[in-house]
């Protein structure tokens, strides 16, 4: 249990994980970086039991302490006066609850014949919080009863850019993201909020190459080739090629720098999403440079030694393993990179070698590198 939920009980603060965190349990689901935890508990009792306590202002969550590392997740804290209480959210999946000291689930909706089938109750969209809810679900839950259609959603008035952040996040580290993706798209909230996103459905790659279809098509397609829901991959994978938007044509190359634009355009989105300074640093290295390992056998060393050799190049290898398998060109060029990677790591260790495998002389031999 963490460290929050032991001072939880040690302050006799009665409460359960509630909604998506909930339903990932049930459906063993990794955990995602975000929890919702619904306290019987004030704001004055909770923030006595827990510090450091924040306020972020967030229509889901009267207080909220931040993650640390996987083992400790963010956590979302919803006050009620009983934990007998429904209505925590827009629809009856919000109210699937568990006790994570015992692992025993709680169902005052009666959604477990849904649940057992892979479904979850539809949210009802004219409730405040239905459109990120279902978009959520969408990502995480499988497939909705009776979903509304996409039009019936209302489009939020005001959106913080920490509500934005915790949206993609739980989107992003769940099971399907293209589903919640493809949902805020037809809705329109896309559009609205995350223009750079939306841009991508204009983008339009030539068959020959690109059979999955256009800009969005493919981006929603290369998550369904990941071994892991890692946030940071997962983000790159989302704007690894917004810069196409806005390339130009040039030298025979259809989008042109658009691997630069595109990292460019990402560092200002999760900026403006409040993501973290690391984050926002791991993720344009690797738009920046995913190009890069379709050319790497071809490429002497001393051209991209740098990004060869940091150690987020492994992450980089397998953005462009689920970008090259969303395309017609198959994993051939994929296992190119990993075994000219493979011979750099191991020319690296070679202290008789230099990095591209030639023999250095005894003057020049490797020293501590």
């Known amino acids: 249990m963490s460290a929050c939920f032991d001072a939880l009980e040690r302050s006799g603060i009665r409460f359960l994980e509630y909604g998506s965190t909930a339903i990932d349990a049930y459906r063993r689901i990794g955990p995602a970086p975000l929890k919702f935890v619904v306290v019987e508990a004030g704001i004055v009792e909770l923030a006595k039991a827990l510090d450091p306590l924040e306020f972020p202002g967030l229509p889901y969550a009267d207080a909220a302490i931040r993650g640390a590392g996987a083992a400790e997740p963010a956590i979302r804290f919803l006050c009620v006066d009983s934990l007998e209480a429904t209505g925590l959210g827009a629809g009856l999946a919000a109210d699937f609850r568990r006790d994570p000291r015992s692992g025993f689930f709680h169902d005052p909706t009666g959604i477990y014949p849904l649940l057992r089938k892979g479904n979850y109750p539809a949210v009802d969209p004219s409730r405040p919080s239905a459109l990120f809810e279902a978009a ?124 630069e634009i595109g990292a460019f355009i990402a560092s ?34 001393f051209r991209v030694g740098e990004v060869v050799a940091d150690p987020r190049f492994p992450l980089l290898l397998e953005l462009y393993r689920c970008d090259e398998f969303s395309t017609f060109r198959g994993p051939e060029g994929y296992y ?26 005894s003057n020049h031999m490797r020293m501590g590198d």
């Open 136 to 259: 959520i679900l969408a990502a995480r839950a499988g497939d909705a009863e009776n979903e509304p259609p996409p039009e019936a959603y209302a489009r939020p008035g005001s959106v913080s850019a920490q509500q934005q952040k915790d949206l993609l996040t739980l989107i992003l580290t769940g099971p399907r993201p293209e589903r919640g993706l493809d949902f805020l798209l037809r809705t329109g909230f896309a559009a609205e909020w995350w223009p750079e996103l939306a841009a991508l459905a204009s983008v339009d790659h030539a068959k020959d190459h690109h059979p999955e279809g256009g800009g969005w098509a493919h981006t929603m397609e290369t998550f369904s080739h990941r071994k892991t829901a890692d946030l940071t991959l997962s983000l790159a994978l989302l704007l690894h090629d917004t810069g196409k938007a806005r390339s130009v044509s040039a030298e025979g190359r259809r989008f042109d720098k658009h691997a």
């Open 268 to 301: 200002k989105f999760l900026a403006r999403l409040d993501f973290d300074a690391d984050t926002i640093r791991d993720v344009t290295y690797m738009i920046r440079s995913h190009m890069l390992p379709a050319a790497l056998p071809r490429l002497p060393l």
């Open 336 to 361: 190119d990179a990993c075994a000219a990677y493979k011979a750099y790591l191991k020319n690296r260790k070679n202290p008789y070698r230099d990095d591209e495998g030639r023999k250095l002389g």
